[in-house]
C-alpha cells in the first residue's frame, strides 16, 4: 500500500529536523526524521499496527498512530494508500494535538 504525507505532516518532520539541528547536529537531527519515516514504512506490513489516537477518536476519519522514539507518527486509512497527517511529539501538551 502506498503512504503518502499530508503538508502538515512534511512541516512537522521540518520542524522536527530544525530542532536538532539546532539542539544536536546535522548527523542526529537526519537520524531522527530517517527513524520516523522508517517507522511510518512498517505500515505497509499491516495498516493496524498503530492503535488508535483517543484525542482524535470524535473524527470519523479514524486516526490511528504509531509511535517513534518520542514522536507520535498520526495517519488515517484510506482506500488506496495510507495518509500520515502529523507527527507530534509526544512530550508536549496533548491538547496541542487535539487543537489540530
Not at 15 to 20: D, W
Not at 86 to 96: C, G, L, Q, Y
Request: proline share 2%; aromatic share 12%.
Amino acid at each position: 500500500m502506498l503512504i503518502k504525507w499530508s503538508y502538515s505532516a512534511e512541516k512537522d518532520l521540518e520542524i522536527i529536523f530544525q530542532f536538532y539541528l539546532k539542539t544536536s547536529n546535522n548527523k542526529v537531527a537526519k537520524q531522527i526524521v530517517n527513524d520516523i519515516i522508517y517507522a511510518s514504512n512498517t505500515l505497509k506490513l499491516g495498516l493496524y499496527l498503530g492503535q488508535i489516537e483517543p484525542l482524535l477518536s470524535h473524527y470519523e476519519e479514524g486516526f490511528r498512530y504509531l509511535i517513534c522514539n518520542h514522536n507520535k507518527i498520526i495517519y488515517i486509512i484510506k482506500d488506496d494508500y495510507i495518509l500520515i497527517t502529523h507527527v507530534f511529539d509526544s512530550r508536549r501538551n496533548p491538547i496541542k494535538l487535539k487543537k489540530r
